[in-house]
T-cell receptor, first 116, second 114 residues
Framework: GENVEQHPSTLSVQEGDSAVIKCTYS??????FPWYKQELGKRPQLIID?????GEKKDQRIAVTLNKTAKHFSLHITETQPEDSAVYFC???????????????FGTGTQLKVEL | NAGVTQTPKFRILKIGQSMTLQCAQD?????MYWYRQDPGMGLKLIYY???????DKGEVPNGYNVSRSTTEDFPLRLELAAPSQTSVYFC?????????????FGEGSRLTVL
């Protein structure tokens, strides 16, 4: 099955700096790569996702890049703010409209702390 | 829409007891999932369902059972609870025919087995 590794496990940055979280995946059939943010005691929520036919996607201060050849993808947060402090999870899946697949395998998470 | 609703939010069980975690969604999603979250270990898939009447094992199914008699409900059954099942359990759902594969999670159920 799919295996997703995520680094670093903790990350501290100063407010206004950039933060980068990296993930690698093992299954070359994976074609869908979302990122979830989980605040303390809350449910995970999707912040951005990318499909394998795209190399980069951006949404305001967050961006995701994908390198299919190397099987790795990264989350970039610019101009970090205290409210960005949370645990971030990457995930990978083969995504199909019907039938099997569509089972997200999550990384182990990165605790991001944005310090004032 | 209420989204994904899980009950109970908290539960303490004794070793060997059984219980059912309830999950319901009102978004007419086809796929539903149960994940468990242990500290520092991310989310592990227990069981999932592609539609009513169809379920399949995930990564860590031992000690659990599920059923999906309707599109809306996907209960998770714990038989003979063990301390290793102490965790936070999340139910999630998605409509795979949409533009995004966003999983909608419930608020979670924190289970402690003593």
């Amino acid at each position: 099955g799919e295996n997703v590794e995520q680094h670093p496990s903790t990350l501290s940055v100063q407010e206004g700096d950039s933060a980068v979280i990296k993930c690698t995946y093992s299954d070359s059939a994976s074609n869908y790569f979302p990122w979830y943010k989980q605040e303390l005691g809350k449910r995970p929520q999707l912040i951005i996702d990318i499909r394998s036919n795209v190399g980069e996607k951006k949404d305001q201060r967050i961006a995701v890049t994908l390198n299919k050849t190397a099987k790795h993808f990264s989350l970039h947060i610019t101009e970090t703010q205290p409210e960005d402090s949370a645990v971030y999870f990457c995930a990978a899946s083969t995504w199909v409209l019907t039938g099997g697949g569509n089972k997200l395998t999550f990384g182990t998470g990165t605790q991001l702390k944005v310090e004032l | 829409n209420a989204g994904v609703t899980q009950t109970p939010k908290f539960r303490i069980l004794k070793i060997g007891q059984s219980m059912t975690l309830q999950c319901a969604q009102d978004m007419n999603h086809n796929y539903m999932y149960w994940y468990r979250q242990d500290p520092g270990m991310g989310l592990k898939l227990i069981y999932y369902s592609v539609g009513a009447g169809i379920t399949d094992k995930g990564e860590v199914p031992n000690g659990y059972n599920v059923s999906r008699s309707t599109t809306e409900d996907f209960p998770l059954r714990l038989e003979l609870a063990a301390p290793s099942q102490t965790s936070v359990y999340f139910c999630a759902s998605v409509w795979t025919g949409g533009k995004t594969g966003e999983l909608f999670f419930g608020e979670g159920s924190r289970l402690t087995v003593l």
